[in-house]
């Protein structure tokens, strides 16, 4: 990489997903990790970074092993933050106790990165939902679902999760495009600028958001720009500023 000194946001890279078999991606993007210039800024994870994740108290789940190792090393040279999706919403305090990792619980955060002010988050909350969607974003992040999921032995947590998973991209093999100025995403954003503004409340420069799979880079009427960011399949989907 021929960029340094720079900020890097990624996005949706799925890792265990049964979409890729040999674990190409996750190749990938340990590469990637290992390639970080040694002084870049920070590296901003904007969730669905596993296509399923849940920290036990007692035990590590299988796999991605490489990953972990490779993040544990950026995160001893730069900051890392974790913002949780709805595939790795459990991700609790391992990665942050053992890995250096800084998880970010709140639907977005906003930084100030090089004299910009940056909103960033996953995006799949924000905007309307239909009530199917609001409820199960309810029990995915109830406190007591999640302890009763914790009580099930990992190998059929984990089985489960992946048959769900695989049963969507079944259903949605594509993403859609984004639906620009239409999307909620796009109109929660821009009443959330309208509503700074009206408060006399310094305005965001840019939003930063993963989820949609489909990328975007569109202004938002009420000041700033809205990004959301491809899956990542390769460095060529990393974003940086």
């Known amino acids: 990489m021929d960029a340094e000194g720079r900020y890097y946001f990624v996005a949706d890279t799925h890792l265990g997903a049964a979409a890729d078999p040999g674990g190409v991606r996750e190749k990938a993007f340990v590469e990637f990790l290992r390639e970080l210039p040694p002084d870049a800024k920070g590296l901003f994870l904007l969730g669905d970074i596993f296509d399923f994740w849940v920290d036990y108290r007692d035990v590590v789940p299988r796999g991605s092993v490489r990953v972990l190792a490779a993040l544990a090393d950026v995160a001893q040279r730069s900051d890392v933050w974790f913002f949780r999706g709805n595939h790795d919403w459990w991700v609790t305090d391992y990665f942050e106790k053992e890995l250096g990792v800084h998880i970010v619980e709140e639907p ?120 959301v960011l491809p899956a990542w399949k390769g460095p060529e989907d990393t974003f940086t500023i």
């Open 108 to 227: 977005f955060r906003v930084f100030d990165l090089g004299g910009r002010r940056v909103l960033i988050g996953h995006g799949d909350t924000l905007g309307a939902h239909d009530r199917k969607s609001k409820l199960i974003f309810h029990v995915f992040r109830n406190r007591t679902c999640i302890a009763l999921l914790k009580c099930l032995h990992p190998r059929w947590v984990f089985r489960l999760a992946r048959a769900w998973s695989a049963a969507s991209r079944r259903r949605h093999p594509e993403p859609a495009p984004f639906a620009g100025t239409q999307s909620p995403l796009y109109r929660y954003v821009n009443e959330y600028g309208r509503r700074l503004a009206a408060a006399g409340a310094p305005g965001i420069d840019l939003y930063i958001f993963g989820h949609w799979h489909a990328p975007a880079d569109l202004p938002v009427e009420s000041g700033g720009r809205l990004r």
